[in-house]
Protein backbone atom coordinates (compact mmCIF):
# COMPACT_ATOMS: atom_id res chain seq x y z
CA UNK A 1 0.00 0.00 0.00
CA UNK A 2 1.62 3.15 -1.08
CA UNK A 3 2.26 6.01 1.61
CA UNK A 4 -0.35 8.22 0.86
CA UNK A 5 -3.15 5.65 1.35
CA UNK A 6 -1.76 4.42 4.37
CA UNK A 7 -1.69 7.87 5.75
CA UNK A 8 -5.26 8.64 4.55
CA UNK A 9 -6.23 5.15 6.26
CA UNK A 10 -4.15 6.54 9.73
CA UNK A 11 -6.42 9.77 9.47
CA UNK A 12 -9.48 7.61 9.33
CA UNK A 13 -8.95 5.82 11.85
CA UNK A 14 -7.40 8.59 13.95
CA UNK A 15 -10.84 10.30 13.87
CA UNK A 16 -12.73 7.54 14.68
CA UNK A 17 -10.21 6.80 17.79
CA UNK A 18 -10.83 10.41 19.01
CA UNK A 19 -14.08 10.32 18.37
CA UNK A 20 -14.86 6.95 20.74
CA UNK A 21 -12.37 8.12 22.95
CA UNK A 22 -14.10 11.53 23.44
CA UNK A 23 -17.38 9.74 23.79
CA UNK A 24 -15.73 7.65 26.88
CA UNK A 25 -14.64 10.40 28.36
CA UNK A 26 -17.75 12.28 28.25
CA UNK A 27 -19.33 9.63 29.86
CA UNK A 28 -17.73 7.95 32.42
CA UNK A 29 -16.46 11.66 33.37
CA UNK A 30 -20.65 12.89 33.69
CA UNK A 31 -21.70 9.96 35.74
CA UNK A 32 -18.51 10.38 38.15
CA UNK A 33 -19.16 14.22 38.23
CA UNK A 34 -22.99 13.63 39.05
CA UNK A 35 -22.27 10.97 41.28
CA UNK A 36 -20.33 13.76 43.20
CA UNK A 37 -23.32 15.82 43.70
CA UNK A 38 -22.53 18.20 41.11
CA UNK A 39 -25.57 20.15 39.09
CA UNK A 40 -26.44 18.17 35.85
CA UNK A 41 -26.60 21.87 34.13
CA UNK A 42 -23.13 21.97 34.95
CA UNK A 43 -22.02 19.09 34.26
CA UNK A 44 -23.58 19.79 30.61
CA UNK A 45 -21.80 22.74 30.11
CA UNK A 46 -18.73 21.80 31.82
CA UNK A 47 -17.74 18.32 31.86
CA UNK A 48 -19.24 17.51 28.22
CA UNK A 49 -18.57 20.80 26.48
CA UNK A 50 -14.91 19.82 27.92
CA UNK A 51 -15.28 16.49 26.75
CA UNK A 52 -16.21 17.45 22.85
CA UNK A 53 -13.39 19.37 22.65
CA UNK A 54 -10.78 16.86 24.57
CA UNK A 55 -9.97 15.86 20.32
CA UNK A 56 -9.05 19.50 20.08
CA UNK A 57 -6.94 19.97 22.84
CA UNK A 58 -4.74 16.75 21.86
CA UNK A 59 -4.31 17.52 18.36
CA UNK A 60 -3.50 21.10 19.52
CA UNK A 61 -1.00 20.02 22.10
CA UNK A 62 0.95 17.41 20.07
CA UNK A 63 1.09 19.36 17.08
CA UNK A 64 2.57 22.21 19.28
CA UNK A 65 4.82 20.18 20.52
CA UNK A 66 6.12 18.53 17.72
CA UNK A 67 7.09 21.74 16.61
CA UNK A 68 3.65 22.43 14.33
CA UNK A 69 1.84 25.64 15.80
CA UNK A 70 -0.06 26.25 12.62
CA UNK A 71 -1.52 22.93 12.48
CA UNK A 72 -2.75 23.86 16.48
CA UNK A 73 -3.89 27.38 15.49
CA UNK A 74 -5.76 26.23 12.37
CA UNK A 75 -7.36 23.30 14.35
CA UNK A 76 -8.68 25.42 16.59
CA UNK A 77 -10.07 28.35 14.31
CA UNK A 78 -11.87 25.85 12.08
CA UNK A 79 -12.95 23.98 14.79
CA UNK A 80 -15.01 26.86 16.15
CA UNK A 81 -15.92 27.64 12.26
CA UNK A 82 -17.22 24.47 11.73
CA UNK A 83 -19.10 24.18 15.19
CA UNK A 84 -21.20 27.24 14.12
CA UNK A 85 -21.37 27.07 10.31
CA UNK A 86 -21.02 23.38 9.46
CA UNK A 87 -22.62 21.97 12.93
CA UNK A 88 -25.32 24.42 13.84
CA UNK A 89 -26.23 24.66 10.33
CA UNK A 90 -26.93 21.29 9.77
CA UNK A 91 -28.47 20.71 13.15
CA UNK A 92 -31.05 23.78 12.73
CA UNK A 93 -31.54 22.17 9.24
CA UNK A 94 -32.02 19.07 10.37
CA UNK A 95 -34.52 20.12 13.28
CA UNK A 96 -35.34 23.52 13.98
CA UNK A 97 -34.30 24.22 17.48
CA UNK A 98 -35.51 26.74 20.25
CA UNK A 99 -32.52 28.53 22.04
CA UNK A 100 -32.46 29.43 26.17
CA UNK A 101 -32.80 33.17 26.68
CA UNK A 102 -29.48 32.36 28.85
CA UNK A 103 -27.20 31.09 25.90
CA UNK A 104 -27.56 34.20 24.05
CA UNK A 105 -27.79 36.44 26.82
CA UNK A 106 -24.46 34.68 28.36
CA UNK A 107 -22.38 31.95 26.55
CA UNK A 108 -22.68 33.81 23.14
CA UNK A 109 -21.41 37.40 24.32
CA UNK A 110 -18.63 35.34 26.29
CA UNK A 111 -18.05 33.18 23.06
CA UNK A 112 -17.35 36.96 21.57
CA UNK A 113 -14.93 38.53 24.32
CA UNK A 114 -12.67 36.00 23.98
CA UNK A 115 -12.57 35.88 20.21
CA UNK A 116 -12.16 39.44 20.03
CA UNK A 117 -9.28 39.39 22.95
CA UNK A 118 -7.02 37.01 20.75
CA UNK A 119 -6.37 39.47 18.15
CA UNK A 120 -4.29 41.48 21.15
CA UNK A 121 -3.25 38.53 22.52
CA UNK A 122 -1.88 37.20 19.36
CA UNK A 123 -0.63 40.23 17.79
CA UNK A 124 3.20 40.07 18.57
CA UNK A 125 3.23 36.07 16.47
CA UNK A 126 2.94 34.36 19.61
CA UNK A 127 1.06 32.88 22.40
CA UNK A 128 3.15 32.41 25.46
CA UNK A 129 2.66 31.77 29.14
CA UNK A 130 0.91 34.82 30.54
CA UNK A 131 -1.38 34.91 27.65
CA UNK A 132 -2.44 31.12 28.13
CA UNK A 133 -2.92 31.38 32.38
CA UNK A 134 -4.67 34.94 31.15
CA UNK A 135 -7.14 32.88 29.01
CA UNK A 136 -7.41 29.73 31.15
CA UNK A 137 -7.99 32.13 34.35
CA UNK A 138 -10.87 33.85 32.45
CA UNK A 139 -12.12 30.16 32.14
CA UNK A 140 -12.39 29.28 35.63
CA UNK A 141 -13.74 32.65 36.52
CA UNK A 142 -16.81 31.68 34.19
CA UNK A 143 -17.47 28.42 35.10
CA UNK A 144 -16.98 29.21 38.98
CA UNK A 145 -19.88 31.93 37.77
CA UNK A 146 -22.16 29.12 35.62
CA UNK A 147 -21.84 27.12 38.86
CA UNK A 148 -22.97 29.95 41.20
CA UNK A 149 -25.91 30.18 38.60
CA UNK A 150 -27.06 26.82 38.22
CA UNK A 151 -29.61 27.13 40.65
CA UNK A 152 -31.28 29.53 38.79
CA UNK A 153 -31.75 27.49 35.92
CA UNK A 154 -35.45 26.66 34.25
CA UNK A 155 -36.49 23.36 35.55
CA UNK A 156 -36.81 21.71 32.14
CA UNK A 157 -32.73 22.67 31.50
CA UNK A 158 -32.13 20.98 34.51
CA UNK A 159 -34.08 17.71 33.50
CA UNK A 160 -32.42 17.78 30.01
CA UNK A 161 -29.49 17.78 31.43
CA UNK A 162 -30.11 15.37 34.40
CA UNK A 163 -31.37 13.08 31.36
CA UNK A 164 -28.04 13.22 29.34
CA UNK A 165 -26.17 12.78 31.84
CA UNK A 166 -28.43 10.43 33.86
CA UNK A 167 -30.15 10.28 37.15
CA UNK A 168 -28.10 11.07 40.28
CA UNK A 169 -29.67 7.91 42.05
CA UNK A 170 -28.75 5.54 38.83
CA UNK A 171 -25.20 6.83 38.56
CA UNK A 172 -24.95 6.75 42.91
CA UNK A 173 -25.68 2.88 42.32
CA UNK A 174 -22.68 2.45 39.70
CA UNK A 175 -19.42 1.31 41.20
CA UNK A 176 -17.18 4.56 40.66
CA UNK A 177 -14.09 2.25 39.48
CA UNK A 178 -15.66 1.57 36.43
CA UNK A 179 -16.09 5.20 35.18
CA UNK A 180 -12.66 5.97 36.06
CA UNK A 181 -11.85 2.99 33.53
CA UNK A 182 -13.85 4.64 31.16
CA UNK A 183 -12.51 8.24 31.40
CA UNK A 184 -8.91 6.33 31.41
CA UNK A 185 -9.50 4.12 28.61
CA UNK A 186 -11.24 7.48 26.37
CA UNK A 187 -8.33 9.38 27.60
CA UNK A 188 -6.11 6.71 25.89
CA UNK A 189 -8.10 6.83 23.13
CA UNK A 190 -7.57 10.46 22.81
CA UNK A 191 -4.02 10.64 22.45
CA UNK A 192 -3.64 7.74 20.52
CA UNK A 193 -6.14 9.00 17.92
CA UNK A 194 -4.70 12.50 17.93
CA UNK A 195 -1.26 11.48 17.39
CA UNK A 196 -2.22 9.57 14.27
CA UNK A 197 -4.13 12.08 13.12
CA UNK A 198 -0.84 14.88 13.19
CA UNK A 199 1.43 12.73 12.07
CA UNK A 200 -1.63 11.69 9.20
CA UNK A 201 -2.24 15.05 8.72
CA UNK A 202 1.43 16.82 8.59
CA UNK A 203 2.11 14.03 5.70
CA UNK A 204 -0.54 15.22 3.57
CA UNK A 205 0.10 18.63 3.83
CA UNK A 206 4.37 17.87 2.80
CA UNK A 207 2.65 15.65 -0.16
CA UNK A 208 0.19 18.22 -1.72
CA UNK A 209 2.48 21.13 -0.69
CA UNK A 210 -0.77 22.33 1.60
CA UNK A 211 0.18 25.51 4.34
CA UNK A 212 -0.42 23.23 7.44
CA UNK A 213 -2.71 25.95 8.96
CA UNK A 214 -4.99 25.06 5.80
CA UNK A 215 -4.97 21.65 6.71
CA UNK A 216 -6.20 22.26 10.24
CA UNK A 217 -8.53 24.45 9.24
CA UNK A 218 -10.35 21.75 7.29
CA UNK A 219 -9.62 18.43 7.45
CA UNK A 220 -8.26 17.80 10.86
CA UNK A 221 -10.64 20.34 12.04
CA UNK A 222 -13.60 18.59 10.65
CA UNK A 223 -12.41 15.47 11.85
CA UNK A 224 -11.99 16.53 15.70
CA UNK A 225 -15.49 18.82 15.61
CA UNK A 226 -17.37 15.04 14.67
CA UNK A 227 -17.88 14.76 18.80
CA UNK A 228 -19.28 17.97 18.65
CA UNK A 229 -21.52 17.07 15.52
CA UNK A 230 -22.78 14.09 16.96
CA UNK A 231 -24.17 15.04 20.17
CA UNK A 232 -26.11 17.94 18.54
CA UNK A 233 -27.65 15.67 16.19
CA UNK A 234 -28.52 13.64 18.88
CA UNK A 235 -29.90 16.05 21.17
CA UNK A 236 -31.78 18.47 18.20
CA UNK A 237 -33.66 14.81 17.40
CA UNK A 238 -34.30 14.33 20.75
CA UNK A 239 -35.52 17.93 20.87
CA UNK A 240 -33.30 18.95 23.29
CA UNK A 241 -32.29 21.49 21.91
CA UNK A 242 -30.26 23.93 25.37
CA UNK A 243 -27.96 20.92 24.77
CA UNK A 244 -27.50 20.62 21.54
CA UNK A 245 -26.60 24.52 21.21
CA UNK A 246 -25.33 24.56 24.69
CA UNK A 247 -22.76 22.47 23.85
CA UNK A 248 -21.46 24.13 20.67
CA UNK A 249 -21.27 27.67 22.34
CA UNK A 250 -19.52 25.99 25.33
CA UNK A 251 -17.27 24.47 22.78
CA UNK A 252 -15.77 27.01 21.44
CA UNK A 253 -15.55 28.80 24.94
CA UNK A 254 -13.57 25.94 25.60
CA UNK A 255 -11.84 25.69 22.36
CA UNK A 256 -10.01 29.26 22.81
CA UNK A 257 -9.55 29.44 26.69
CA UNK A 258 -8.97 26.11 27.57
CA UNK A 259 -7.20 24.30 24.42
CA UNK A 260 -5.05 27.72 23.34
CA UNK A 261 -4.89 28.56 27.32
CA UNK A 262 -3.58 25.04 28.08
CA UNK A 263 -1.28 24.55 25.15
CA UNK A 264 0.49 27.71 25.44
CA UNK A 265 1.17 27.23 29.29
CA UNK A 266 2.58 23.80 28.34
CA UNK A 267 4.70 25.35 25.11
CA UNK A 268 4.28 28.99 22.92
CA UNK A 269 2.55 28.98 20.09
CA UNK A 270 3.19 30.49 17.05
CA UNK A 271 0.77 32.79 15.30
CA UNK A 272 1.61 33.40 11.93
CA UNK A 273 0.23 36.83 10.76
CA UNK A 274 -2.07 35.55 8.22
CA UNK A 275 -3.83 33.90 11.14
CA UNK A 276 -4.64 37.53 13.20
CA UNK A 277 -5.74 39.03 9.70
CA UNK A 278 -7.64 35.73 8.08
CA UNK A 279 -8.51 33.39 9.91
CA UNK A 280 -9.27 34.65 13.46
CA UNK A 281 -11.68 37.65 11.52
CA UNK A 282 -13.62 34.80 9.64
CA UNK A 283 -14.35 32.95 13.00
CA UNK A 284 -15.73 36.41 14.36
CA UNK A 285 -17.47 37.20 11.55
CA UNK A 286 -19.21 33.84 11.99
CA UNK A 287 -19.74 34.40 15.72
CA UNK A 288 -21.32 37.70 15.49
CA UNK A 289 -23.69 36.41 12.49
CA UNK A 290 -24.71 33.66 15.04
CA UNK A 291 -26.46 36.37 17.39
CA UNK A 292 -28.81 37.69 15.27
CA UNK A 293 -29.40 34.01 14.25
CA UNK A 294 -30.71 33.17 17.50
CA UNK A 295 -32.11 36.44 19.22
CA UNK A 296 -34.61 35.85 16.11
CA UNK A 297 -37.55 34.69 18.44
CA UNK A 298 -34.68 32.44 19.96
CA UNK A 299 -34.95 30.29 17.47
CA UNK A 300 -32.91 28.43 15.12
CA UNK A 301 -35.34 27.84 11.69
CA UNK A 302 -34.23 25.86 8.66
CA UNK A 303 -33.52 28.99 6.62
CA UNK A 304 -31.36 30.15 9.13
CA UNK A 305 -29.33 26.65 9.47
CA UNK A 306 -28.74 27.25 5.85
CA UNK A 307 -27.43 30.38 6.03
CA UNK A 308 -24.64 29.39 8.79
CA UNK A 309 -23.49 26.65 6.54
CA UNK A 310 -23.60 28.58 3.00
CA UNK A 311 -21.36 31.66 5.18
CA UNK A 312 -18.38 28.54 6.54
CA UNK A 313 -18.40 27.49 3.37
CA UNK A 314 -17.83 30.90 2.11
CA UNK A 315 -15.40 32.15 4.93
CA UNK A 316 -13.90 28.55 4.19
CA UNK A 317 -13.23 28.51 0.39
CA UNK A 318 -12.00 32.76 0.85
CA UNK A 319 -9.80 31.44 3.37
CA UNK A 320 -8.13 28.15 1.68
CA UNK A 321 -8.45 29.41 -2.59
CA UNK A 322 -7.92 33.64 -1.91
Given at each position: MSPLLVNIALLVAGVGVLYIGAEWLVR???RLATSLGISPIVVGLTVVSFGTSAPELVVA?????????????????????????????ITAIVRPMD???????????VMLALTVLL?????DGQLEFLEGLALF??????????????GGEDSAVELTFEGFAESKERVADRLAWTDVVLVALGSAGLVLGGTGIVSSAEFLAVEFGIPDVIVGLTIVAIGTSLPELATALVAAIRGEADIAVGNIIGSNIFNIAAILGITSMVTPIGVHAEVVTRELPAVLILSILL???????????????????????????WLVFF
Open positions: GSSLIAALNDNPDLAMGNVMGSNLANIGLILGVAARVVGREIPFPLAATILVFYLAFVNSEAWPVTRSGLRVHRVEGAILVAAYFALTG
